[in-house]
């Protein structure tokens, strides 16, 4: 046993060693740290994987939650006055663990249903005294400049799984999950209902959209009203990769036909999330 012990500090301290000796140079910004830690998975001190979660973990606390925010326009609630019977049908079909509740309009989010806390009603027959008011979870509200980094630490300490986003003037602007941020980090997390229903593109306001990297470039045709070329590339980010003719780093730009595409989320492999914005016509 103190021998496997032995060679377990070893190969930890020589893993430690390797990685100290890529830090001759000094780093003076996340860019200058990127480029070691990219040195470093060459020289095979880490992992591919480990590097594609370590550059997301850095890019999440330079994004905001605008970038990644489900829009308005999307966002499913159900309202506080109504009935199981209302409540149910919205439910099953949107197949969501979490539910803005609303009041008169939209924007009064009165607080959170969690989908499980309707499963008594299954039980019981009776459901004219129900109040859905009694079984709320309070709502937490960010503004959407919130930076990434800070809105996971919050939802780590609070147990809070979904925010609420609201833009300058206290409207609903959309809504963020603790899954969306993870995303970020360690890239799609797909469960039994991804596949079929998931969405590559995003409405933020009439000029500008979030778009998916692996959006096929036929959906995004189908969508924008436009005729990029689907013989050379399968996807709309294999379209915009040729146009650098390389990695780009967030924040940057292209300009392809009437369209700008903004990097919003890329690792050292592959374009993860753009930033559409549609010149007028």
Not at 118 to 137: G, H, M, N, Q, S
Not at 251 to 277: A, H, M, P, S, W
């Amino acid at each position: 046993m103190s021998n496997d012990h032995s060679s377990r500090d070893s190969g930890h301290s020589s893993w430690i060693g390797k990685l100290k000796t890529l830090f001759t140079d000094q780093v003076d910004s996340t860019r200058d740290l990127v480029q070691v830690l990219r040195k470093a998975q060459r020289n095979k001190v880490i992992d591919a994987d480990l590097l594609s979660i370590i550059e997301g973990a850095l890019q999440v606390s330079e994004m905001q939650v605008r970038d990644i925010m489900i829009p308005r326009s999307q966002v499913v609630t159900v309202k506080a006055s109504a009935t199981p019977h209302e409540i149910l049908p919205v439910v099953i079909e949107a197949q969501h663990s979490r539910f803005p509740v609303i009041g008169d309009t939209i924007d009064e989010v009165i607080g959170i249903l969690l989908a499980k806390d309707l499963l008594p009603l299954a039980l019981e027959r009776e459901t004219r005294k129900f109040e859905l008011k009694d079984i709320l979870r309070p709502a937490t509200f960010v503004p959407e400049s919130k930076r990434l980094n800070h809105l996971l630490k919050e939802f780590r300490e609070n147990r809070n799984h979904m925010a609420i986003v609201i833009d300058e003037y206290g409207d609903l602007a959309g809504l963020c999950t603790i899954e969306d941020v993870l995303e970020q980090i360690v890239g799609e997390i797909e469960d039994e209902h991804d596949i079929d229903d998931e969405v590559f593109i995003k409405a933020i306001d009439e000029n500008n959209h979030t778009v998916k990297a692996l959006t096929p470039i036929e959906d995004f045709n189908d969508h924008f009203n436009c005729q990029f070329p689907e013989e050379d590339f399968d996807t709309i980010g294999g379209l915009v990769l040729s146009h650098f003719g390389r990695i780009p780093q967030r924040d940057e730009n292209v300009v392809i036909g009437l369209y700008t595409f903004k990097i919003l989320n890329v690792d050292n492999r592959q374009i993860r999330l753009l930033q559409v914005c549609q010149k007028a016509k």
